[in-house]
């Protein structure tokens, strides 16, 4: 079994800023990737960034230059950055771990509105 333990989402103004946590814990044997996902009402899912073990990177166009992807690999942990946040960017945020399988935490909800 495979735990991901999120934290960091909430309420902000538009320009704000967050950080999200996630923790993997568990039978974890090899993390090859860690990243985001988030699901705004009435759209589907979609890959925020993403890092791999190796460090390469990759953001969804609308995130470049306001959200930073990291990782701390002897923690299983990865993180983001979120910065000059927008209405927009109101979802729930889901960590995503490749490892041997494929791995969902349950979601932190993030709410940009003034």
């Known amino acids: 079994q495979v735990q991901l333990a999120e934290s960091g989402g909430g309420l902000v103004q538009p320009g704000g800023s967050l950080r999200l946590s996630c923790a993997a814990s568990g039978s974890i044997f090899s993390i090859n990737a860690m990243g985001w996902y988030r699901q705004a009402p009435g759209k589907e899912r979609e890959l925020v960034a993403i890092i791999t073990r190796g460090g390469s990177i990759n953001y969804t166009a609308s995130v470049k230059g306001r959200f930073t992807i990291s990782a701390d690999n002897a923690k299983n942990t990865v993180y983001l950055q979120m910065n000059s946040l927008k209405p927009e960017d109101t979802a729930v945020y889901y960590c995503?771990?490749?490892?041997?399988?494929?791995?969902w935490g349950q979601g932190t909800q993030v709410t940009v509105s003034s």
């Open positions: 995503y771990v490749v490892a041997l399988g494929n791995y």
